[in-house]
């Protein structure tokens, strides 16, 4: 089923002929395979899945073209099985190269030297890149449907011909440039109003660091706040996922600016011995 609302623009796929393509999707949401599906029906293709995914139904995961992999490790098996897809029965694959969903709306940093896979594959890189699946069904919020228009961007980023010529380093970087996005600030600067009253239901599971006390693991998310139970310290989000303090400063405005201060309090932690 295509979701409520979605629509998609392609771009430069002239350049990627008929196929098959390695398709690189950014992972949002549970609706990431219905998009996929949409967008590229009726061209078959296979799918990188993760391979706890297999367990007990491995012989279906595997009719219906998906490829177990390892993640976050080197896995020579998982190219020998894409190349066999594309090059021999001449299937598009599909990727999430940031190998997880986004947490807090923004990308994931992706693993060095991909570009090295794209010039072994040799085959036409293209591109999905969503707006609004983040925000209809973020996995912070409990996985509650939000009324959010979903959008989606496919584009040819380079030919077999541009992978030869581009070193692996300008391969990365033209995957970073693709992957670089912040749903919230999207929804911030584009006005997307999300005025369901549950939007910030589970935020704690992002935000679980009081930036007020210092408290961890005092933070809850319930309704359109999030409260520090141990300073009793309140923001509201508001309509278009910004967070204000109900009284005083307003510390972090902006979800993924509070998450990247508690991934470097981790760091600084980490650096002084003291994380637990």
């Known amino acids: 089923l295509i979701p409520i609302k979605f ?23 549970f609706l990431d395979l219905e998009i996929a599906s949409a967008i590229f029906y ?26 177990p992999t390892q993640k976050f490790v080197s896995d020579l098996q998982l190219v020998r099985d894409m190349d066999y897809l594309l090059k021999k029965k001449k299937t598009s694959v599909l990727m999430y190269p940031e190998a ?10 992706l693993p060095r030297k991909m570009g090295i896979l794209l010039k072994r594959l040799g085959v036409p890189v293209v591109t999905v890149i969503t707006e609004g699946a983040f925000h209809r069904d973020p ?15 496919v584009k040819c ?15 990365d970087a033209l995957l970073d ?32 660091k009081c930036p007020h006390c210092g ?4 933070m809850e998310g319930k309704g359109i ?3 520090c139970q141990a300073c009793n310290k309140q923001w509201t989000m508001d309509e278009y996922g910004q967070l204000n303090a109900n009284e005083g400063v307003t510390e972090y405005p902006h979800i993924p600016d509070w998450n990247k201060w508690q991934r470097e309090c981790v760091r600084q932690e980490l650096e002084n011995g003291t994380y637990m």
């Open 177 to 208: 440039e693709s992957f670089s996005f912040d749903n919230f600030a999207w929804q911030r600067d584009n006005k997307v109003s999300i005025d369901e009253p549950f939007r910030a239901d589970g935020l704690h599971r992002i935000l679980y």
């Open 7 to 29: 629509s998609h623009v392609k771009k430069d796929m002239e350049r990627a002929g008929k196929g098959p393509y390695l398709i690189l999707m950014n992972h949002s949401c």
């Open 215 to 218: 408290a961890e693991n005092q």
């Open 42 to 67: 009726p061209m078959p293709y296979g799918i990188v899945a993760t391979s706890d995914g297999f367990v007990g139904k491995d012989w279906l995961m595997r009719q219906i073209g998906c490829i």
């Open 157 to 171: 980023i380079a030919t077999p011909e541009e992978l030869k010529e581009k070193s692996v380093e300008e391969l």
């Open 100 to 109: 997880g969903y986004s947490f807090d709306g923004c990308a994931t940093a």
């Open 139 to 153: 996995l912070y919020n409990m996985l509650q449907i939000r009324d959010v228009k979903v959008s989606a961007h």
């Open 225 to 227: 706040h999030l409260t």
